[in-house]
């Protein structure tokens, strides 16, 4: 089966860091490129970061720039997402996305089953 | 990265057909045909409806289509079901391997 588990969410204060990790298994993940994507209570979904299958491309939408860094193992079949600078508008269920094809980015047919982030005093 | 515009709600009775805008600009929705639908029940992740615009994954039923024109994006439910009930995201590449949502519609099956 097709798997995304995703794990490290909690409660931190503002200033604060987090590292998120996401376990795959059922798939080739050393092959497909893979996301982030964040939803804060009662709001929409959020692109948040995408990494190639060997960590050359990094992307990253502009409000987590410079704090937030994505990464992945493929010989542990595990994505990261380490968050610096926590803010409260970071507070937010991540969810970890494996696109349809290996040459994707845009399309997630598998999504995990989300980790809470909680940012505050 | 502004957020795709859809309508917060729309709502239709068992069996009618009900449809989702999506609109963007020309650097998104507009300028790709990769925009993709999913469907999210309270407290539950998302799942993939649509891709490509308009092609629909195994497993998910015919009533769901996909169109585009310009810069909006449609998501079509015929034969509307009470497990239709949810909400819906359009998302779309916007260049340079990154991407962007909408902000959601719920959709009511009165």
């Known amino acids: 089966e097709v798997q995304l588990v995703e794990s490290g969410g909690g409660l931190v204060q503002p200033g604060g860091s987090l590292r998120l990790s996401c376990a795959a298994s059922?798939?080739?993940?050393?092959?497909?490129?893979m996301t982030w994507v964040r939803q804060a209570p009662g709001k929409g979904l959020e692109w948040v970061a995408n990494?190639?299958?060997?960590?050359?491309?990094?992307y990253y939408v502009d409000s987590v720039e410079g704090r937030f860094t994505i990464s992945r193992d493929n010989a542990r079949n595990s994505l990261y997402l380490q968050m610096n600078s926590l803010r409260a508008e970071d507070t937010a269920v991540y969810y970890c996305?494996?696109?349809?094809?290996?040459?994707?980015?845009?399309?997630?047919?598998?999504w995990g089953q989300g980790t809470m982030v909680t940012v505050s005093s | 990265q502004s957020a795709l515009t859809q309508p917060r709600s729309v709502s239709g009775s068992p069996g009618q057909s009900v449809t989702v805008s999506c609109t963007g600009t020309s650097s998104d929705v507009g300028g790709y045909n990769y925009v993709s639908w999913y469907q999210q029940h309270p407290g539950k992740a998302p799942k993939f409806m649509i891709y490509?615009?308009?092609k629909r994954p195994s497993g998910v039923p015919d009533r769901f289509s996909g169109s585009k024109s310009g810069n909006t994006a449609s998501l079509t439910i015929s034969g509307l079901q009470a497990e239709d009930e949810a909400d819906y995201y359009c998302c779309s590449y916007a260049g340079t391997y990154t991407l962007v949502f909408g902000g959601g519609t719920k959709v009511t099956v009165l």
């Open positions: 996305a494996k696109p349809t094809v290996t040459t994707g980015v845009d399309a997630f047919d598998i």
């Open positions: 059922g798939f080739t993940f050393s092959t497909y490129w």
């Open positions: 490509d615009v308009d």
């Open positions: 990494i190639n299958q060997d960590t050359s491309e990094k």
